[in-house]
């Protein structure tokens, strides 16, 4: 697809959404279709404990590469150690760090500044794209799982507060560079996961708009998960099979419809929602497989894409 071609182009995915939809699941098929393209993937979490790991077979990932296979690596980075190694590899100020940055009360109030934390996650992707001390070699990719849509505006948000905060010296530089990063479509761009459903839908639509006149981010794509396959979804009584698989009209049978035509108009009408805001061709369809077991197999990953559509009305 013409719309994935153009993610694999950038060096850093950012992956954001509401709690719940899907956006974990959705940024290990992504990895895993770039690496299948030829790309060598970072897959990279920032989470208490990894939930992408598993569905590699790995129980859980730290702030360690960890290699996934032969073209994903994972790591799920902590803020303390993206400082660490901010410090120590990339200023390489070793003594510096252990004198004054390692001591408990410096450390406190480190934690105490608004937004450092992030910065140095923001940091650490960048830096993560011309590779990793594990890994050895140039990463091609950078696939970031971010938090969820609210806390992900504030990590977007950060840069141009403490550059406008009237602080100078290296670390605003290094912002700078970040900020520079992040909004340079040709680099870097996010993409929204959702689902089509009423309350989730009308959050994204406000979130895009929140973005939008705000955050000069390129959005790349908006993934409609758990969606309708692209027969069910263009037919206006959904396929023949699904009507004759109830045809006796039980009441089971009849409430299963009921669902399936709602969640049709539900779907239909945020297409609508995304066309008027121009991302018709930028939306991709995922359709609801059900519960799937982990750790995902690699012919579930392929199944993903080959089922996956664009828009599709």
Avoid at 39 to 44: A, E, F
Avoid at 82 to 107: A, P, S
Avoid at 157 to 182: H, Q
Avoid at 285 to 305: A, N, R, T
Wanted: glycine content about 8%; hydrophobic content about 40%.
């Amino acid at each position: 697809m013409e719309i994935v071609d153009k993610m694999l182009s950038r060096k850093l995915l950012l992956i954001s959404g509401k709690g719940g939809v899907g956006k974990s699941f959705f940024a290990s098929c992504l990895a895993s279709y770039a690496a299948k393209h030829g790309k060598r993937v970072l897959l990279v979490e920032h989470t208490l404990r990894s939930q992408i790991s598993p569905l590699f077979g790995i129980d859980n990932v730290e702030h360690t590469e960890t290699v996934y296979n032969d073209a994903i690596f994972g790591i799920n980075l902590d803020a303390k150690e993206c400082f660490r190694e901010y410090v120590v590899d990339y200023l390489g100020m070793n003594h510096l760090y252990n004198k004054i940055f390692g001591r408990k009360v410096m450390r406190s109030f480190l934690e105490a500044i608004p937004g450092l934390n992030e910065l140095m996650v923001l940091g650490r992707l960048i830096r993560g794209v011309s590779g990793g001390k594990k890994v050895g070699q140039e990463i091609d990719l950078v696939v970031f799982d971010a938090p969820a849509s609210g806390h992900f505006y504030k990590l977007l948000t950060t840069p141009d507060a403490v550059i406008n905060s009237g602080l100078v010296g290296p670390l605003v530089r290094e912002i700078e560079k970040i900020r520079s990063f992040l909004f340079d479509k040709e680099l870097c761009s996010y993409l929204l996961v959702s689902v089509p459903e009423e309350l989730v839908r009308s959050e994204t639509l406000e979130f895009i708009n929140k973005i939008s006149t705000s955050v000069p981010i390129f959005l790349e794509a908006v993934i409609v998960n758990r969606a309708l396959r692209q027969q069910d979804h263009q037919s206006e009584c959904f396929s023949r099979e699904l009507r004759n698989i109830y045809q006796e009209k039980s009441e089971l049978g009849s409430y299963i419809i009921k669902i399936m035509e709602k969640r049709r108009l539900e779907q239909l009408r945020f297409m609508e929602d995304l066309e008027v805001v121009g991302l018709e061709q930028r939306t991709m369809c995922i359709p609801d497989f059900g519960i799937v077991m982990e750790p995902l197999s690699k012919q579930f990953h392929s199944q993903i894409w080959d089922e996956a559509y664009i828009d599709g009305r």
